[in-house]
């Protein structure tokens, strides 16, 4: 009866358009003999329902995301939940598209963050330059530079 019920939530959060009956009946049995304290491991259920492990643990993450997942045992059986969720493949949707709008805001920021860097070291590089002392030498000014056989 509990994975009946699961069965109704999930159906009921969308996550069972485009998948196969027995991805999320593995789900569900999974969750409901785990509520009621049977054993089981998810190798038996895949042996029973005939699906590849990365599958059910799809279903269960998916079904993680899901309002019901956060509910105790007690509330699950006793509180009917009315809201929907979205289909997980929206929300996965969702999730990438903000994910490449914040990649895209922090490219921004490190281009801005590297010229503001690039700009500090040209003006570095032009103090330093106006701060070495300078030789007078066949009529032009050179930088002096140590000899480096003056060291030794």
């Not at 999930?10 to 969750?31: F, Q």
């Not at 509330?75 to 969702?94: H, R, V």
């Not at 490219?107 to 700009?119: A, R, T, V």
């Amino acid at each position: 009866m509990t994975a009946l019920r699961l069965l109704q939530r999930m159906k009921r959060d969308w996550m069972h358009t485009g998948r196969r009956p027995s991805g999320l009946c593995g789900a569900a049995l999974l969750v409901a003999a785990r509520m009621h304290d049977f054993r089981r491991t998810v190798k038996e259920v895949i042996r029973v329902v005939k699906v590849c492990e990365s599958t059910l643990r799809k279903r269960l993450t998916e079904f993680e995301d899901t309002p019901t997942s956060q509910l105790t045992i007690d509330e699950f059986m006793k509180i009917d939940l009315e809201e929907e969720c979205d289909p997980p493949s929206f929300t996965a949707g969702q999730k990438k598209l903000k994910i490449q709008q914040l990649e895209k805001a922090l490219s921004k920021k490190l281009e801005d963050f590297e010229g503001e860097i690039s700009s500090y070291q040209d003006e570095i590089e032009i103090e330093l330059e106006n701060s070495r002392p300078k030789v007078h030498l066949g009529g032009r000014w050179h930088v002096a530079r140590a000899c480096p056989c003056a060291a030794a």
